[in-house]
């Protein structure tokens, strides 16, 4: 039983090894916005916002979108038919600003998500050279929309996609909310996505996608996506999977989110996301959840049992060496997404936690029981082949 767990363990302490090297070469080769030198023209972006019952964020989002030092921008905000004060407050706000224009939402049509048919309407409207796609939940620097075009000119760009500073506030959010970009960091080589182009290697984050327009509309925009549940990826895939120009770029100095209020939405939010970032298939999800369990929460355990007298030295030995180096790829991560690296002493728990999760959003996907805003996504086909 100890040669089968030390041989188990070498693997993992390989495994990480291999995953170490992809989280540096992330960390040394990602840009940041505000780093990519300044505007070489100005042109007219259209700033997209859904909103479906965002009382609580709606205000400071748009105000800090109002205050763009970007000389050539309107920003359009869709009520996705609120049941709480979103829309008063938007029309209020409405009438102090012309740079704001106010959409109310179509009823949504079948075949499509909330998000999506609203991301749509907002396209359709839209007047700008370039779209920024962009949530009710994130607040801006007043200087984030002209990095955000330097850098989209500089490296010419079709898609430029960014992850904010996470602002986490509960221990649910603090556990949680981190490990979809340090999953980002640790298992996507950056720089082989970008020479590849495959659809399978991509990344995008909904809470900020700046388009060319011409680009969106050429590759069908959201209705090519009409019924994805997780539409930022697709969208990200579909863009690979055209041979355009994409970038993933760290946008913590000019932008921050608060993407979930606490326990209830990060279960909601988590639940409705993680089997549909595979696809709904199934042998791949249920193999990866459990390595990754297997990876960061195995050796943990076995030190603990380690006072018992039950495992050799050689098995503790290891045991330590891959949990010292799993808290290293946590706290590098967490480093630079500017959250707190002394967190990483508790990845256990935010791997059991989004493993539990990934449970759960497979089960609802199954039994079509998955909510998000009020509205049910319906039942989703489990995938036991790849078709």
Request: net charge positive; charged share 20%.
């Amino acid at each position: 039983m100890n040669g089968f767990l030390l041989r188990h363990l070498l693997g993992i302490i390989l495994f990480q090894g291999v995953v170490m090297l992809v989280l540096l070469t992330n960390v040394l080769t990602m840009k940041r916005l505000g780093a990519l030198g300044r505007c070489r023209s100005f042109p007219h972006v259209s700033v997209l916002v859904p909103a479906r019952d965002e009382e609580r964020n709606i205000e400071g989002c748009v105000l800090s979108l109002l205050a763009q030092d970007y000389p050539d921008f309107e920003v359009l905000v869709l009520d996705d038919r609120s049941e709480d004060g979103t829309l008063p407050l938007l029309l209020r706000m409405q009438e102090d600003h012309e740079r704001l224009r106010v959409i109310r939402g179509e009823p949504l049509p079948w075949g499509w998500t909330g998000k999506n048919w609203a991301c749509h309407q907002l396209s359709e409207r839209a007047g700008g050279e370039l779209l920024l796609f962009t949530d009710a939940d994130t607040r801006y620097a007043p200087n984030a929309l002209r990095e955000a075009v330097a850098a989209l000119q500089a490296l010419d760009l079709q898609l430029l996609s960014a992850y904010p500073r996470e602002e986490t506030e509960t221990w649910a959010e603090k556990l949680l909310v981190p490990t979809f970009l340090w999953s980002i960091y640790c298992f996507l080589p950056l720089p082989l996505a970008y020479r590849l182009r495959l659809p399978g290697l991509s990344a995008a984050l909904g809470q900020f996608m700046l388009f060319r327009a011409e680009a969106y509309r050429a590759m069908g925009g959201h209705a090519a996506v009409r019924d994805a549940v997780v539409d930022d990826l697709a969208l990200g895939r579909l863009c690979a999977g055209r041979g355009l120009r994409w970038r993933f770029l760290d946008g913590t100095g000019v932008f921050s989110c608060r993407m979930y209020g606490g326990l209830r939405e990060v279960v909601e939010g988590f639940s409705k996301n993680l089997f549909a970032v595979f696809d709904y298939n199934l042998p791949v999800f249920a193999f990866i959840w459990t390595w990754l369990l297997l990876v960061f929460c195995e050796p943990p355990l076995l030190l603990a049992m380690a006072p018992f007298g039950l495992l050799e030295s050689r098995v503790v030995a290891a045991a330590g060496v891959a949990a010292g180096l799993a808290m290293l790829l946590w706290a590098v991560s967490l480093k630079r997404l500017r959250l707190p690296a002394r967190r990483a002493f508790l990845y256990p728990l935010s791997v059991l936690g989004i493993f539990l999760l990934a449970a759960r959003s497979l089960w609802q996907a199954a039994r079509g029981t998955a909510v998000w805003k009020g509205r049910g996504l319906g039942r989703r086909p489990v995938r036991i082949f790849k078709m």
